[in-house]
T-cell receptor, first 115, second 116 residues
Framework: GDSVTQMEGPVTLSEEAFLTINCTYT??????LFWYVQYPGEGLQLLLK?????DKGSNKGFEATYRKETTSFHLEKGSVQVSDSAVYFC??????????????FGKGTTLSVSS | GAVVSQHPSWVICKSGTSVKIECRSL??????MFWYRQFPKQSLMLMAT?????????EQGVEKDKFLINHASLTLSTLTVTSAHPEDSSFYIC????????????FGSGTRLTVV
């Protein structure tokens, strides 16, 4: 079945360091891919998304490119801030052509940024 | 943007009692509502999917008689944990998908349930 695999955390960085969180997926068809962020005690917020191969999603300095050839959607940021400390989830929709199908999540990666 | 209001944000209940969690979509119609459960430091596990006016579809291993889901309108879905036990303690999150697909998946802020 469809699945998402994220790099294990926690990831600990100093402020202004470069961030990469790896995400690969297994899916039939052509899924949409997402990154969500969860701050302590809160729900999930959409960070960025991409709906087809070679699309690049970006938001708040974060970027991820939909790579169909490597089935990956790695999250990157050039210079992290303390406020970026959170848990990041990679997710896919089971099928972009089936609106309203559930998202499948990776296990999440905890990012801790120190000043 | 779209907002899903989830209440309560936290609740403590005694074993054997029932707890109802509400999710309301504000300013958009939630054709489909997903209910997830999240254990500490773990991912979100899909519990069930409900479409407005239809019975919910439960994932394998989720007891439908224990986790009652109602989606009677396009703006309201509820999850009732019946006869709660300590092992039901968890973080429950709803996610609404709007009819027109304009807002995609919008998540509630979650409910921390503690059963004592």
């Amino acid at each position: 079945g469809d699945s998402v695999t994220q790099m294990e955390g926690p990831v600990t960085l100093s402020e202004e360091a470069f961030l990469t969180i790896n995400c690969t997926y297994t899916a039939t068809g052509y899924p949409s891919l997402f990154w969500y962020v969860q701050y302590p005690g809160e729900g999930l917020q959409l960070l960025l998304k991409a709906t087809k191969a070679d699309d690049k999603g970006s938001n708040k300095g974060f970027e991820a490119t939909y790579r169909k050839e490597t089935t990956s959607f790695h999250l990157e940021k050039g210079s992290v801030q303390v406020s970026d400390s959170a848990v990041y989830f990679c997710a896919l929709s089971r099928s972009a052509n089936q609106a309203g199908t559930a998202l499948i999540f990776g296990k999440g990666t905890t990012l801790s940024v120190s000043s | 943007g779209a907002v899903v209001s989830q209440h309560p944000s936290w609740v403590i209940c005694k074993s054997g009692t029932s707890v109802k969690i509400e999710c309301r979509s504000l300013d958009f119609q939630a054709t489909t509502m997903f209910w997830y459960r999240q254990f500490p430091k773990q991912s979100l596990m899909l519990m069930a999917t409900s479409n407005e006016g239809s019975k919910a579809t439960y994932e394998q291993g989720v007891e439908k008689d224990k986790f009652l889901i109602n989606h009677a309108s396009l703006t309201l879905s509820t999850l009732t944990v019946t006869s709660a036990h300590p092992e039901d303690s968890s973080f429950y999150i709803c996610s609404a998908f709007d009819r027109l697909g304009n807002y995609g998946y919008t998540f509630g802020s979650g409910t921390r349930l503690t059963v004592v």
